[in-house]
């Protein structure tokens, strides 16, 4: 008996051992990264050949909206957080659309048209839909017999903030502008005003802060002269409440001033949880230099941070693009670009390729560069957005319009998961945007445009 008695001491003290070391074993395990979910069908026909890309936005609550050409011109589709699709709504001709979401769910889609035997006239229109509810009428920003290559979107609790790029005069370098109008209370967009001179229109982009201030980016025109300076990339911001933005801050003085030639270009405005940055690149030097400026306090930005260096030498010419930035609120901005190698400078399109991943570290600067996709693809067309606690990337892999889309994340404290196939058969870019813990990614395969949501 006392024996006995022994070995079930030593048995439950020996499964207590063990539920302990289970138990522990499970409290400590790390959870995976986040992952896209099934891929939901937004439109299973009437995408065009060669359509221009989606677009797609989200709120904090998981709300989204797509916006994208069909045969008919634009559409767009409300999706909800559980992926329940709203009805397609056609909100007119045209192509191009951008679009965004305000925190309290309004929605604004931006996009252009060009009238068959309009002789060359181009209007730029926008559609608002109040919360939970269906767009209005769209309304005519602009119409011009001029070119206006870019226009973005972004909605605010506080109104709507439409921005195009705009040429005024016989001189594109040195007479186009950067245009904006305002939508307040009524959902009415007041009459257009004039932000800054602009080289060829080039808008970058329109991005909000939490707290609803707008930035928006761009390139200064030519300087001509007795001291000539080439384009350089310029933001500027309307702080929230606001009806004019402030004086616009020349983000790439430094490289103006000090690599004499350079320009700055391919400029991008991006926001997520963690804040508003712009990235662009700078040319003319040996490196190319791919660069990030976030906005400070003060609604100023900061001085501009290498996040890394393309080399370029001859014979065999570089290619990149980029670089896009990705704003989590938990574990700092990530920059991400992709770069091409072209066998010879005839070369038309990449070779091989590869997409590039940095992270800002405590001190301001980026980590050296990390090659997430394998050396002998081709990587183009990068993407980024952010939760409130990991940055994501998505890029497409192999050649033109057989492209399989690709994404990665980096959870905060973590590093950036192996790259996982969303889809085959894409083309070109794809649309991806974050808001608290949600985010969504559009794409298109032939003629249909697909729509996944993160989750985990």
């Not at 932000?195 to 390139?219: F, I, R």
């Not at 300076?229 to 409440?241: C, F, H, I, S």
């Not at 939760?387 to 950036?416: C, H, M, N, P, Q």
């Amino acid at each position: 008996m006392p024996s006995t008695r022994v070995f079930a001491i030593s048995v439950a003290v020996t499964m207590a051992v063990l539920s302990v070391a289970v138990f522990d074993s499970q409290a400590v395990a790390a959870p995976g990264p986040p992952s896209f979910g099934r891929a939901i069908t937004v439109a299973s026909s009437g995408v065009p050949e060669l359509s221009a890309p989606p677009a797609a936005a989200v709120d904090a609550s998981g709300s989204s909206v797509v916006a994208w050409n069909t045969v008919r011109g634009i559409v767009a589709r409300r999706v909800s957080a559980t992926g329940r699709l709203g009805a397609v709504q056609h909100l007119g001709p045209g192509s191009g659309p951008a679009v965004s979401i305000a925190p309290n769910g309004t929605a604004a889609v931006i996009w252009e048209w060009m009238p068959s035997g309009g002789h060359g006239r181009r209007l730029v229109l926008a559609a608002i839909a109040p919360p939970g509810r269906p767009f209005g009428a769209p309304q005519r920003l602009v119409l011009v017999q001029a070119n206006v290559p870019d226009w973005s979107v972004v909605a605010t609790d506080g109104g709507v903030v439409a921005v195009w790029g705009e040429d005024v005069g016989s001189e594109p370098a040195t007479d186009s502008e950067i245009r904006y109008a305002i939508a307040g209370g009524t959902g009415r967009f007041g009459s257009p005003r004039t932000l800054a001179l602009a080289y060829y229109a080039n808008l970058g982009g329109v991005a909000a802060d939490a707290a609803g201030d707008v930035a928006v980016s761009y390139q200064t025109p030519l300087v001509l002269g007795p001291n000539p300076a080439n384009a350089q990339v310029a933001a500027a911001v309307l702080p929230a409440g606001a009806q004019t933005f402030d004086a616009p801050q020349v983000l790439s003085a430094g490289t103006e001033q000090s690599i004499p030639s350079s320009e700055g270009s391919g400029d991008s405005v991006f926001a997520g949880p963690g804040g508003v940055a712009v990235g662009y690149g700078v040319g003319g030097t040996l490196p190319w230099l791919l660069q990030v400026a976030r906005l400070g306090t003060g609604l100023s930005f900061a001085a501009p941070q290498t996040a890394a260096e393309v080399p370029n030498p001859p014979p065999s010419i570089d290619s990149y693009s980029g670089p896009v930035v990705a704003l989590p609120a938990d574990g700092g901005p990530v920059a991400a670009w992709t770069v091409g190698r072209d066998a010879s400078a005839q070369a038309e399109s990449p070779v091989t390729g590869s997409l590039e991943v940095a992270g800002e570290q405590a001190n301001g600067s980026f980590s050296a560069p990390e090659k997430l996709s394998p050396p002998s693809t081709v990587s183009q067309y990068p993407v980024a957005a952010a939760t409130t606690d990991s940055a994501i990337v998505a890029w497409g892999e192999g050649r033109f319009d057989r492209e399989r889309l690709v994404y990665s994340v980096r959870s905060a404290g973590a590093s950036f998961s192996p790259p996982r196939t969303l889809g085959t058969g894409v083309l070109r870019n794809a649309a991806l945007a974050g808001a608290g813990t949600h985010a969504v990614i559009a794409w298109i395969a032939g003629r249909r445009l697909l729509v996944a949501e993160l989750t985990g």
